[in-house]
């Protein structure tokens, strides 16, 4: 599956208010690929189906953002440590960039409720990403 | 000296210094401290040495406002009082809780914390806890030899309730009771006017009966009234013969501002996929040396004063660990989205990608527990309001006394107090891979039906400077009334989050050295 920035994909990031995406739209690592971004990030979810589930909750709150690379775009400018220049070599260096994203999203009360559970945005949109790819390319795990 | 009031001849008339209403929590604490002195106590209890069925009846009301319990169940009527049956759980109230709060109404003690400290020392001995170190997280890891929850944002820190065994007064207590040749306890006896003089400016004596016995008087130059914060507005309001608004109620203040700990069960859920991190301490009582302790959680100082809100105090129950072999089998619908939240937390946190259960200690976690499934239980503050009152029924009781009615009224502001609070934990436990919070109250000012409060009766006869926020001043003396005193958690200002119990023997003991002070 290819993941294009579409016209309703910059519109939305607009929308939501990310300054980053009103500068200039980019991938989850300023050198990335998006759609091998929103693969990688889908696939830190050894559970799929658990983060599927509540990423169609979340996206049914939020449906503006029914979009992989927007979803890539936002999780990538949630606050959090500066972006290296290239994807981090290991799942957990991945996995650590985004905890600390998770962990700001709590400080700073970026959260949203899905189903009742007060997540972060960036792990909610993260099961979003899960979600959308899943249905994309149904039988195949994100 | 323990009597059985029914003997008395009827007309009797004992004069004394100090007559004590009640012998619960307050008047045995009382009784106890001046045994041995000069000064002549009677110590009037309305029920025998153990449970009877018509004693307690006296206890029956009316509830008029949101649900409550019934009245005669939430008190027992016989020596020892409600410590007959209570729970043991202690915690002081805390410095904060004592200030003016601009934000609350009506808060603001006429003492502060440092003022009943010296107390708390002493109660923690006479409820047979340990040392006055509650909010002590490293004294308390030093003792437990656990780490206790990593919370750094300053929105959210742990707290110690400890656990009196629990101590019953009534049998812990009866023999100092007995022996002390100035106290003259006297069972059966059941106070039904508080006489005063005609301008109500001093107590001239107590009336009594018994049921199906004698009835006699008691004069005293002092008393002290301790028989709850239900009771005590009950008799100050009955006692109309001279002042018709009755006892100490020039300003229309007795019986107002009934406060609870609204408790409700379920507040909100918690899967951790650390459950290490919540040492034995948080999940159950963990028996030290000298004491008995349970961590708990509270907002910090800091959160209550930029957000102005109320207090509030959670425990942690586990309700269900999971496991490698029970996530391998399908989970009932209703506990579905709990794993789903338990496997999301897992698979981003890179210290638990992993199936290896956690090293434990202690009892907790259980030997292959990945994660837990929990939930909260909470007692949060009630503002002071007075539209929460006690007034007095058209029903009477077996004596012919006009029965309690109760109309206990929550706020708005309450509930959203609590809510912001449960979120801030949400958001504490998020911020430090804590877990993931389910707060399970709506997002409004309504309080759920569910809502119940703790047995924790306060603020009836509340403690003020001024006659016109209070009934009694800061030696819990009645405005207005020069010898009647009244001891218990009536006389709190505000309420805090911690069980009552503590706080009720502490300023028992400073009202006991007041009437030392005064009888010198």
Same mark, same amino acid.
């Not at chain 1, 300054?19 to 998006?34: C, F, K, N, S």
């Not at chain 2, 002549?40 to 206890?59: A, K, R, V």
């Not at chain 2, 939430?74 to 809780?97: A, V």
């Not at chain 2, 047979?128 to 004294?139: C, I, K, N, Q």
């Given at each position: 599956?290819?993941?294009?920035?579409?016209?309703?994909?910059?519109?939305?990031?607009?929308?939501?208010?990310?300054?980053?995406?009103?500068?200039?739209?980019?991938?989850?690592?300023?050198?990335?690929?998006?759609?091998?971004?929103?693969?990688?990030?889908?696939?830190?979810?050894?559970?799929?189906?658990?983060?599927?589930?509540?990423?169609?909750?979340?996206?049914?709150?939020?449906?503006?953002?029914?979009?992989?690379?927007?979803?890539?775009?936002?999780?990538?400018?949630?606050?959090?440590?500066?972006?290296?220049?290239?994807?981090?070599?290991?799942?957990?260096?991945?996995?650590?960039?985004?905890?600390?994203?998770?962990?700001?999203?709590?400080?700073?009360?970026?959260?949203?409720?899905?189903?009742?559970?007060?997540?972060?945005?960036?792990?909610?949109?993260?099961?979003?990403?899960?979600?959308?790819?899943?249905?994309?390319?149904?039988?195949?795990?994100? | 000296?323990?009597? +059985?009031?029914?003997?008395?001849?009827?007309?009797?008339?004992?004069? *004394?210094?100090?007559?004590?209403? &009640?012998?619960?929590?307050?008047?045995?604490?009382?009784?106890?401290?001046?045994?041995?002195?000069?000064?002549?106590?009677?110590?009037?209890?309305?029920?025998?040495? %153990?449970?009877?069925?018509?004693?307690?009846?006296?206890?029956?009301?009316?509830? +008029? &406002?949101?649900?409550?319990?019934?009245?005669?169940? =939430?008190?027992?009527?016989?020596?020892?009082?409600? *410590?007959?049956?209570?729970?043991?759980?202690?915690?002081?109230?805390?410095?904060?809780?004592?200030?003016?709060?601009?934000?609350?109404?009506?808060?603001?003690?006429?003492?502060? $914390?440092?003022?009943?400290?010296?107390?708390? %020392?002493?109660?923690?001995?006479?409820?047979?806890?340990?040392?006055?170190?509650?909010?002590? *997280?490293?004294?308390?890891?030093?003792?437990?030899?656990?780490?206790?929850?990593?919370?750094?944002?300053?929105?959210?820190?742990?707290?110690?309730?400890?656990?009196?065994?629990?101590?019953?007064?009534?049998?812990?207590?009866?023999?100092?009771?007995?022996?002390?040749?100035?106290? $003259?306890?006297?069972?059966?006896?059941?106070?039904?006017?508080?006489?005063?003089?005609?301008?109500?400016?001093?107590?001239?004596?107590?009336?009594?009966?018994?049921?199906?016995? @004698? !009835?006699?008087?008691?004069?005293?130059?002092?008393?002290?009234?301790?028989?709850?914060?239900?009771?005590?507005?009950?008799?100050?309001?009955?006692?109309?013969?001279?002042?018709?608004?009755?006892?100490?109620?020039?300003?229309?203040?007795?019986? #107002?501002?009934?406060?609870?700990?609204?408790?409700?069960?379920?507040?909100?859920?918690?899967?951790?996929?650390? @459950?290490?991190?919540?040492?034995?301490?948080?999940?159950?009582?963990?028996?030290?040396? +000298?004491?008995?302790?349970?961590?708990?959680?509270?907002?910090?100082?800091?959160?209550?004063?930029?957000?102005?809100?109320?207090?509030?105090?959670?425990?942690?129950?586990?309700?269900?660990?999971?496991?490698?072999?029970?996530?391998?089998?399908?989970? @009932?619908? +209703?506990?579905?989205?709990?794993?789903?939240?338990?496997?999301?937390?897992?698979?981003?946190?890179?210290?638990?990608?992993?199936?290896?259960?956690?090293?434990?200690?202690?009892?907790? @976690?259980?030997?292959?527990?990945?994660?837990?499934?929990?939930?909260?239980?909470?007692?949060?503050?009630?503002?002071?309001?007075?539209?929460?009152?006690?007034?007095?029924?058209?029903?009477?009781?077996?004596?012919?006394?006009?029965?309690? #009615?109760?109309?206990? #009224?929550?706020?708005?502001?309450?509930?959203?107090?609590?809510?912001?609070?449960?979120?801030?934990?949400?958001?504490?436990?998020?911020?430090?891979?804590?877990?993931?919070?389910?707060?399970?109250? !709506?997002?409004?000012?309504?309080?759920?039906? %569910?809502?119940?409060?703790?047995?924790?009766?306060?603020?009836?006869?509340?403690?003020?400077?001024?006659?016109?926020?209070?009934?009694?001043?800061?030696? =819990? #003396?009645?405005?207005?009334?020069?010898?009647?005193?009244?001891?218990?958690?009536?006389?709190?200002?505000?309420? &805090?989050?911690?069980?009552?119990?503590?706080?009720?023997?502490?300023?028992?003991?400073?009202?006991?050295?007041?009437?030392?002070?005064? !009888?010198?």
């Amino acid at each position: 599956m290819s993941l294009r920035v579409s016209r309703r994909t910059v519109l939305a990031a607009l929308a939501a208010g990310i300054v980053g995406a009103a500068i200039g739209l980019r991938r989850y690592w300023p050198g990335g690929d998006v759609t091998r971004d929103a693969r990688r990030l889908a696939a830190l979810l050894r559970h799929p189906d658990s983060a599927a589930w509540l990423g169609r909750f979340y996206l049914e709150v939020n449906p503006r953002e029914a979009d992989a690379a927007l979803l890539v775009t936002l999780i990538g400018a949630a606050r959090g440590p500066a972006l290296p220049p290239a994807s981090p070599s290991t799942d957990e260096a991945l996995r650590a960039d985004l905890e600390e994203r998770i962990r700001n999203d709590f400080i700073y009360s970026n959260t949203v409720e899905v189903d009742g559970w007060l997540l972060s945005l960036t792990e909610a949109r993260l099961c979003a990403l899960v979600s959308l790819l899943r249905d994309a390319s149904p039988g195949i795990d994100a | 000296m323990i009597e +059985d009031a029914r003997r008395l001849p009827e007309d009797t008339l004992i004069e *004394t210094d100090l007559a004590i209403i &009640g012998a619960g929590a307050a008047g045995i604490t009382i009784a106890r401290e001046l045994a041995g002195t000069d000064i002549q106590i009677c110590l009037l209890e309305s029920g025998g040495l %153990e449970f009877e069925q018509d004693t307690q009846n006296l206890y029956t009301g009316e509830n +008029d &406002g949101r649900w409550y319990f019934p009245l005669d169940k =939430c008190r027992l009527r016989y020596f020892g009082g409600s *410590t007959n049956h209570w729970g043991g759980w202690c915690r002081p109230l805390t410095p904060i809780d004592f200030e003016v709060r601009d934000w609350v109404p009506y808060s603001g003690w006429p003492i502060t $914390r440092a003022d009943l400290d010296p107390y708390y %020392e002493r109660a923690q001995t006479v409820t047979e806890t340990g040392p006055l170190r509650y909010d002590a *997280t490293a004294f308390w890891e030093e003792q437990t030899g656990a780490k206790m929850l990593p919370l750094s944002l300053g929105l959210i820190t742990t707290t110690f309730f400890q656990y009196s065994p629990p101590t019953r007064f009534g049998t812990r207590y009866r023999k100092d009771i007995e022996q002390a040749a100035n106290v $003259r306890a006297l069972l059966h006896a059941t106070v039904t006017e508080i006489e005063t003089s005609e301008t109500g400016a001093e107590v001239t004596g107590l009336r009594i009966a018994t049921l199906g016995g @004698p !009835s006699f008087r008691v004069r005293a130059r002092r008393y002290i009234l301790a028989t709850g914060a239900i009771e005590n507005p009950r008799l100050l309001l009955l006692s109309n013969r001279a002042q018709p608004a009755g006892v100490g109620n020039t300003h229309d203040l007795v019986g #107002r501002f009934f406060m609870e700990h609204p408790h409700v069960p379920g507040v909100a859920g918690m899967v951790t996929s650390r @459950p290490e991190a919540f040492n034995t301490a948080y999940t159950q009582h963990l028996s030290l040396a +000298d004491s008995i302790v349970h961590a708990a959680l509270i907002p910090t100082d800091a959160l209550l004063r930029r957000e102005r809100l109320q207090q509030a105090v959670f425990t942690i129950g586990v309700m269900g660990v999971f496991t490698a072999e029970n996530l391998a089998s399908a989970a @009932p619908a +209703d506990q579905q989205r709990a794993r789903d939240i338990f496997n999301l937390q897992r698979d981003l946190d890179p210290a638990r990608a992993t199936d290896h259960p956690p090293a434990g200690y202690n009892d907790w @976690p259980p030997a292959g527990a990945l994660g837990a499934n929990c939930t909260f239980g909470c007692a949060c503050e009630q503002a002071p309001n007075p539209d929460s009152r006690v007034t007095l029924s058209d029903e009477r009781d077996a004596l012919g006394l006009p029965r309690a #009615r109760l109309d206990w #009224r929550l706020s708005e502001a309450d509930k959203l107090s609590l809510n912001r609070i449960v979120r801030a934990v949400a958001e504490e436990f998020g911020a430090q891979s804590l877990g993931r919070v389910r707060p399970a109250l !709506s997002d409004d000012g309504n309080w759920p039906g %569910e809502t119940i409060g703790g047995y924790h009766h306060m603020g009836t006869t509340r403690m003020a400077d001024s006659p016109d926020l209070g009934v009694v001043d800061a030696n =819990c #003396r009645v405005h207005g009334v020069a010898n009647l005193y009244i001891a218990g958690s009536s006389v709190f200002t505000t309420g &805090g989050a911690s069980n009552p119990t503590l706080t009720i023997v502490a300023l028992a003991l400073r009202l006991a050295d007041h009437m030392r002070i005064q !009888s010198s």
